[in-house]
């Protein structure tokens, strides 16, 4: 047996055998079989800022990722390039830290539900309005097979987490040739894992506790991952906040350049606001001086509006990303040994530093000017009604089956079939018979099985099927 290492290339099931030519690493094939998946692939219909946006070069969960995915790895090669130990003096290992960053920032949405964080909160309300299924049997159920679902593990449906979703998606729900999803290795799996404690155990004040990073359903490989790389409960993996800082440079930078290209402000506003709040200090006076020259360069252009304002926000984003980009690297060298023994509690960009701050800056801009926009917050509110129906509908579906304790058996009316039919077969398999081994109680193998199809629809998806399913139910 292998000693535990954080750096783990173990997978839980045997690997899949490879060509003769195949010189990858683990942490490459990693790459890989994340890359070329479904999950991934249905990122390009799902909410960043702007639900159901038809400008296509406004970002999408996918494009944020890919965008997640450069930075993080950007991150870590900008970290060995100025401390090559930093991560040890393991040629292997050092040669993988950018590839595993790069795995991470693209996987660390995939289970985000349609109409982003109000899709998140939409599935939390609707358990939240129905708690007497927790505990109720329900007229057809004969009380004697009915067993309650246990108060520590209602969580994963009230505060439903999309991080969650992410771990079960990737070592649950794909379909491969094995039981492990798509058997990543111990390592990246470790990486990925942004929040280590399970929905009874979170704590605040700490940024791997602060919300739950795996469902009861997912315990046993929770379990094999710790044994794997040694970490315990409530501890992350270094490239964790690596990754972590690279989400927080991605949506505080980029979803205000997407405010730009929507109209809804110009550069100059921006260039205005970072003015405001920086000038008067030394880092952020260089700042501003620089995007001020950028700008001067910008209008001498002979070109029409359109561009130089492309020209401008371009500018705007290169030099914020660097200068946020630089400050985390300095913030994870410097905190290296808390870090790497388990100490650490804040994110790489929730210190002081002027990273920090312009980070908090361009995040209150965003929610003034971008998620607070009436556009947003109407097809918000249509995303909500479209999930919490979708819900009420997939539930009568799901649990109106002649025989309880017999998962795929007859559903009792045409409606229930038909809806029951529209669940993706792969999730009904898994409810039907690969969960059967879990030990969970029905209800809530039940439950998940809902949260299952809805957080992995698109956003157009959930808007069509609920549309259709309307009109058939209800003539």
Do not use: I, V, Y
């Given at each position: 047996m292998s000693k535990p290492s954080i750096w783990s290339s173990d997978r839980k099931s045997p690997p899949r055998p490879s060509g003769d030519g195949d010189r990858r690493t683990p942490f490459e094939q990693d790459f890989?079989?994340?890359l070329f998946s479904t999950p991934v692939r249905r990122l390009a219909d799902k909410t960043q800022v702007f639900p159901l946006e038809k400008n296509d070069s406004v970002r999408t969960r996918l494009t944020h990722s890919h965008e997640v995915s450069n930075l993080a790895r950007s991150l870590g090669t900008r970290i060995l390039r100025t401390n090559r130990s930093c991560f040890g003096d393991d040629p292997t290992v050092q040669e993988s830290v950018p590839v595993i960053l790069a795995t991470v920032g693209l996987a660390h949405d995939l289970g985000n539900p349609p109409?982003?964080?109000?899709?998140?909160?939409a599935i939390g309300k609707w358990f939240?309005?129905?708690?007497?299924l927790f505990d109720a049997p329900g007229e057809v159920v004969p009380a004697a097979e009915f067993t309650p679902v246990a108060s520590d593990q209602r969580?994963?449906?009230?505060?439903?987490?999309?991080?969650?979703?992410?771990l079960r998606l990737l070592v649950r729900l794909q379909n491969t040739s094995?039981?492990?999803?798509?058997?990543?290795?111990?390592?990246?799996?470790?990486?990925l894992m942004k929040y280590t404690v399970p929905s009874h155990r979170t704590a605040k004040g700490n940024a791997a506790t602060k919300k739950f990073g795996y469902f009861a359903s997912e315990g046993d490989v929770v379990d094999w991952i710790r044994e794997k790389t040694g970490l315990a409960a409530g501890q992350r993996h270094p490239l964790t906040w690596?990754?972590?800082?690279s989400d927080d440079a991605a949506y505080s930078i980029l979803d205000v350049e997407d405010a730009i290209k929507k109209d809804l402000v110009s550069p100059e506003d921006l260039r205005a606001f970072i003015r405001s709040k920086f000038y008067e200090t030394t880092e952020g006076g260089g700042l501003v001086n620089q995007l001020e020259q950028d700008f001067k360069k910008a209008d001498e252009t002979i070109a029409d509006l359109t561009r130089i304002k492309e020209i401008k926000a371009s500018y705007l984003r290169t030099r914020l990303v660097e200068r946020v980009l630089t400050g985390a690297a300095e913030e994870f060298l410097k905190d290296r040994e808390a870090i790497f023994s388990y100490q650490r509690t804040a994110p790489l960009l929730e210190c002081r530093s002027f990273a920090s701050e312009v980070t908090a800056a361009l995040k209150e801009f965003a929610r003034t000017h971008a998620y607070n926009s009436p556009d947003v917050l109407r097809v918000e509110l249509q995303g909500a009604r479209v999930i919490s129906g979708l819900m009420d509908l997939m539930w009568d579906a799901i649990a109106s089956r002649e025989v309880f304790a017999k998962l795929n058996s007859r559903r009792t009316s045409p409606q229930a079939a038909f809806v029951y039919s529209k669940i993706s077969d792969s999730y009904r398999w898994h409810f039907e018979q690969a969960s059967g081994a879990s030990g969970l109680p029905i209800r809530y193998r039940e439950m998940q099985l809902l949260t299952d199809m809805i957080s992995g629809m698109t956003d157009r998806f959930a808007v069509e099927?609920?549309?259709?399913?309307?009109?058939?139910t209800h003539g």
């Open positions: 890989d079989r994340l109409f982003g964080h109000q899709g998140e909160a939240a309005r129905c708690t007497p969580g994963d449906f009230l505060k439903f987490e999309g991080n969650a979703q992410t094995g039981p492990s999803g798509l058997n990543l290795t111990a390592g990246t799996l470790a990486a690596l990754m972590e800082a099927l609920h549309a259709e399913l309307t009109s058939a």
